[in-house]
C-alpha cells in the first residue's frame, strides 16, 4: 500500500480539463517537492512536472502542476486521444529516506 | 545522447540471487543520481534505490534494504543492481535511471530524466 495515494483512474473526453490528485503526508508531499511522469505502454516513464509546478522543455502547456498542503494536483486542459497513459506522481519522503511513487492513475480519454 | 541499457534479467529460482547491469553513454556517470525503479506485473512504478553522484551516498526502499545493492563502475560507464534472496514478489520489470542535473545533493531535488527501456526479472521455479 502505498503512503501516496493517488486516483486509480481518470478519464475525460477531448478537449476536457482532467484533473489528477496526489494525497501524501507532511514527510513527503507535504514537505517536498513533487515530480509528475507519464507512462505509456511499451516505452519509458516520462517527466512531465518537476518541483510541484514546472514543466520540462518540450512538454506542452496543456500540462500543469499545483500544490496545496499534503495533496497535489496534475492537470491536463484540452486532453487529447494521446494523453491516454498512467501518470504517477512521486516525492521523497524524509521519513524513511527514499522516493515514493503515488500508486498511479490511468488516464482514459473517450 | 544520453543511453541507459539494461541487462542481465531473466528467469530465477527463489532465493538465488541476480545482478543487473545498466550500460550508459553520453554523460559522465560519476556526475549524476542513479536509480533503479522496477513495476511489477499489472502494478505501478516503485523506486528501488539511488546512488547519488557523489558515489558515497545510497538510499534505499523498505521493501528492498538489505537485499539489493546498487553500485557502479565508473571505468566501465556501468551501473548496477545487486538483488540477493530472489522472491516471487521481485518478478517485475527493472529500469535504470538518471537524475536530470548533475551534481544533485538534496535527493528531495532529484528529477529523473532519462530512463532505459528495462529489462524484465521473473522469479519462478
Known amino acids: 500500500q502505498s503512503v501516496v495515494t493517488q486516483p486509480p483512474s481518470a478519464s475525460g473526453t477531448p478537449g476536457q480539463r482532467v484533473n489528477i490528485s496526489c494525497s501524501g503526508s507532511?514527510?513527503?508531499?507535504?514537505?517536498?517537492?513533487v515530480y509528475w511522469y507519464q507512462h505509456l505502454p511499451g516505452s519509458a516513464p516520462k517527466l512531465l512536472i518537476y518541483?510541484?509546478?514546472q514543466r520540462p522543455s518540450g512538454v506542452p502547456d496543456r500540462f500543469s502542476g499545483s500544490k496545496s498542503g499534503t495533496s497535489a494536483y496534475l492537470a491536463i486542459s484540452g486532453v487529447r486521444s494521446e494523453d491516454e497513459a498512467d501518470y504517477y506522481c512521486a516525492a521523497w519522503d524524509d521519513r524513511v529516506s527514499a522516493m515514493k511513487f503515488g500508486g498511479g492513475t490511468r488516464l482514459t480519454v473517450l | 545522447q544520453v543511453q541507459l541499457v539494461e541487462s542481465g534479467g531473466g528467469v530465477v529460482q527463489p532465493g538465488r540471487s541476480l545482478r543487473l547491469s545498466c550500460a550508459t553513454s553520453g554523460f559522465t556517470l560519476s556526475s549524476y543520481g542513479l536509480h533503479w525503479v522496477r513495476q511489477a506485473p499489472g502494478k505501478g512504478l516503485e523506486w528501488l534505490a539511488v546512488l547519488w553522484y557523489d558515489g558515497l551516498h545510497k538510499n534505499y526502499a523498505e521493501s528492498v534494504k538489505g537485499r539489493f545493492t546498487i553500485s557502479r563502475d565508473n571505468s566501465d560507464n556501468t551501473l548496477y543492481l545487486q538483488i540477493n534472496s530472489l522472491r516471487a514478489e521481485d518478478t517485475g520489470l527493472y529500469y535504470c535511471?538518471?537524475?536530470?542535473?548533475?551534481?544533485?545533493?538534496?535527493?528531495?531535488?532529484?528529477?529523473?530524466?532519462?530512463w532505459g527501456q528495462g529489462t524484465q526479472v521473473t522469479v519462478s521455479s
Open positions: 535511471a538518471r537524475d536530470l542535473d548533475p551534481s544533485v545533493a538534496v535527493p528531495a531535488a532529484m528529477r529523473i530524466g532519462y
Open positions: 518541483r510541484d509546478i
Open positions: 507532511s514527510s513527503n508531499v507535504g514537505n517536498n517537492y
